[in-house]
């Protein structure tokens, strides 16, 4: 909206200015002279302005900011809660230059003032909104110069509640201990949402320190990034002028942030209730959350306190923030944002209860609040340079969360878990259908834009292909780079080139002739991926790679990548160690590569653990031959790979570039014997595409019953990954009705009515065995 009481100057100064008027006059035409002179600045200072051009100009940077924030909800009308707030930024001139451009949004900044670093007040001509770009351009009497730093003030600016709003600073309600209802609110700014709270500086490479306070009514609690440094009781009237309550409130002052970006800001003002722990270090970890919530979320604060000290050990960076919070917010556009110092969750995803919280939900939770830790590393720490390049924090968070969660103990094959719900469920299905594909890392200039670049092709391809590239390499070798890369980087900003400048400096350190930037860029830089086909020629194996995109949709690509390939055969699978691959590869920079192969090979196994961000396929001989393998010891195969051979053949066929059979012969060789997920969870998917002609109800009920009589003996929650295959075989074969699930579920509804202390407590299988069969009478 347009600015109101332009060209303000503080009224003690006019002697003074008048004084050193002429002394002015004279300098401001010289830098008028000087400006002319010099060749158009870019960036919107010129006089035609780019349309295509959303960034500020570098002109200035912010070095700090202090920001007070005073949201009114203390009214029982939604409309008449509103924030008013200050915001003072100091700045430093990179160039000589007489405009000021910062981003804000939806709110009425009634004044600017510009003093310079002695106090005096440099005059502003003209404030200028454009709401398209979302840019308040201050244009000035005088130019700034550079290597001058001077303050912008933004005194009383004031900002509205957008109705079901989830971003920026929002309004949402909850319940109190005395169960009353009430108006909270808490914060949300990545992307481009800050610029909705204050006038500022909203890109991610302006980096500045924040001095926060927050208003909030005595009964409140206010929590931001940083720890309260000290707070003091203030007039309601100085912050709420046109509301009648509350009479006085409290003003809390924050601790300085580090230097950071906007988007990691947070602010929170609710009546929640906390609990802490403190880890070795001294370091105090507390969730904040409604009184009803607080004492059911022990397990998310001690697995935060946890991957801190998992993460630390991993990528060899202290983490230094001493005073860690989590908040659980009823409304969250997000499952979590990672904000610095103050992590904001969807509520239900810091809640644990270990007799109704399902293993899947467990571990979806803990995957959740491993990643936005490995946040405080990938984003806050270290910073993209824009947002065409967040895969380099959202993708390493992805597969790095993984990380987090095995260093802590758990014994499970997570990385299996990994294979089938976060590549192949949410990329490889989705990249062959061509859903909304894009290159992982692509230009974006617009916030519409920007938010288009939060979806799976960024987070899960992203973090398959981090996950190839730490497999193809090796988890020393990829470390290191990773741990130097953050090094270098801290409190700064990066770019995917300062990544693979790391990678190759560990490649050449550890002697692998690779160019990092060569192989990342054909899967950062290319939509889809490839089809890998091996054949026996000539006493070796060829491969020959294709687009599978374009395979499924019958068109001609020349699109090739940089693929790593592993492969072992039943001549070494003994030899090798399930945890790297690194050692196997050969990488595939061509169309193809012919590998030699020992004559008395019976099979032989492509894209070992299903490392690389690709597809495989076999000769007849070959599939055959690997689905005895599996009939005679599926063991000599990890999960991940029976996972593989499984998908695959299911896909291929479903393409038509195999025939069923292959698969079909997988399936019922060996897979009644199979009590590992991954491979379940794929051949479940993929049965919901076939018809029973191709695999008759009769054979999905025999193959499935023993891993059903499995799950329901074995150890409820004996690992997350047989927690997650009892809800997926209880709920499938259950579905389906098969008279094992309906015998055993009459069963359990009979436990239950007779003798209710004793019933099934699983809650893996309890709701869809005994829950779901109990309502339905079945
Ligand atoms: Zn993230």
Redesign the pocket.
Known sequence: MPAKGIGARRKTLLLVTALVAAVLIAVSLAILLSLLLRSAPDNGNAGVEDKSNYRLPTDVKPVSYALTLAPFIYSNIRDDCYFTGSVSIAVEAVNDTDMLRLHSVRLEVPTVRVRNSTGGDVSVEKIEENVEKQWLTIKLGEPLRAGETYTVLIDRFKGKFVKNGKTGLYLSSSYSENSTEYYLVSSQLEPTHAREVFPCFDEPAMKAEFNVSLVRGREFTALSNMPIKSSSLVSGNTWFPNSAEPKAVMKDDFKTTPTMSTYTLAFLVAKFQSISLTDSKGRVFTNWLPPELVQKSNFTLSLAAKAIGAFEELLNVTYKMNITKQAGVPLFHFAAM?NWGLIIYQQNILVYDENTTTTKSKLSNALTVS?EIA?QWFGNLVTMKWWSEIWLI?AF?IFYSYLGLDLWGSESDLDSHFVVDQKYKHVMNLERKRYKVHPIQMNVSTPTEIDGLFDYIVYYKGGSVVRMMHNSIGARVFGAAVSSYIRKHSYSNAGSEDFYSSLNEQLRIHKQSLDAKTVMSSWVKQVGYPLVTCSMENGSLLLRQQDIVSLSHKEKSNLTWSIPITAMTNLNHTGWSRSEVAHLVHWMRGETLRLPLDSSTDWYLINLRSSGHYQVNYDRQNWDRLAAQLTTDHTVFTPADRASLIYDSFTLASLGIIDYSVPLKIVTGYLENETEFAPWAVFWSNLKKMTSSVLPVKTVKRIAKKVFNYVTTVTPKASPLVGMLAELTARETCDRDFTYCINFAKDECNKCKVRNSTCLKNPDISEDITGYKCKTGK
């Open positions: 990672e990643h946040h959202e968070s």
